[in-house]
């Protein structure tokens, strides 16, 4: 009969061999578009190894790059037509996310990196990207910090994967607000914010000018979708 200390390191071993095929499963998916299309996205790095090669801000991140999968599933939730909407990828990175945009037919489409290291793999990745003829725009990538950007003209899709802490995400909130008020339009900002960060979705939750839209049940509970308009959106999930 199996000990209590036996079954202990049991479910330690089961617990370490679960967390390694998941781990072992998740950067196989995370590749995939990489390997598809020959460039580098994939991977996780932490905010720490950016600053010893870049001069960031104290509201930066670590990288990660969001699945094609969940991009994909995402888009066709939306209660938007794409044509209509200029795309703007805030914390780009090495532009995954742009570049699954721009095979949408967005009105433009803007990735935004602050930190000139994962930038340049970017441009980098978006010579590969032209090669294959997937892209229906150009996307234009920017070396810059996104509070510092002005947003375009017309109704806009804001997608941000945890790109700010609390304060910078406050600030980005109020400039979105503002962008409203100046020339009202629909602006919707789809997040993706692990329980961990959710600091930020609090931010747009007591923002007055930010609306939550539900989208479909099919979708991660981290990803979150709030919206600015005179008339906030209807849609079923």
Not at 80 to 90: A, G, L
Not at 135 to 164: Q, S, T
Not at 204 to 210: G, I, K, Q, S, T
Request: charged share 25%; aromatic share 10%.
């Amino acid at each position: 009969m199996e000990s209590i200390l036996g079954r202990i390191h049991r479910k330690i071993y089961e617990n370490k061999l679960s967390r390694k095929i998941h781990g072992a499963f998740r950067r196989s998916i995370d590749g995939r578009f990489d390997r598809q299309y020959g460039v580098d996205t994939a991977g996780r790095i932490p905010v720490k190894h950016l600053r010893s090669r870049d001069n960031l801000p104290e509201s930066s991140w670590g990288y990660m790059a969001t699945p094609p999968g969940e991009f994909d599933r995402l888009i066709h939730a939306l209660p938007i037509q794409t044509r209509d909407y200029h795309f703007i990828d805030i914390g780009s990175g090495k532009a995954r996310t742009t570049f699954m945009a721009a095979m949408y037919d967005f009105r433009s489409v803007t990735g935004i990196e602050v930190s000139r290291a994962l930038y340049d793999v970017s441009l980098r990745n978006a010579m590969i990207m032209r090669e294959h003829g997937v892209m229906k725009c150009e996307p234009e990538l920017l070396n810059m910090d996104a509070l510092e950007y002005d947003l375009p003209k017309g109704p806009l899709l804001l997608y941000a994967y945890n790109p700010f802490k609390r304060k910078a995400m406050e600030r980005f909130a109020g400039q979105v607000a503002e962008a409203y008020a100046t020339s009202p339009r629909h602006i919707v900002l789809a997040c993706r914010i692990p329980d961990r960060y959710a600091v930020g979705v609090r931010v747009l939750e007591d923002h007055p000018m930010f609306k939550e839209i539900v989208l479909s049940a099919s979708l991660p509970k981290y990803i979150r979708v709030f919206e600015i308009a005179e008339t906030p959106s209807r849609h079923d999930a």
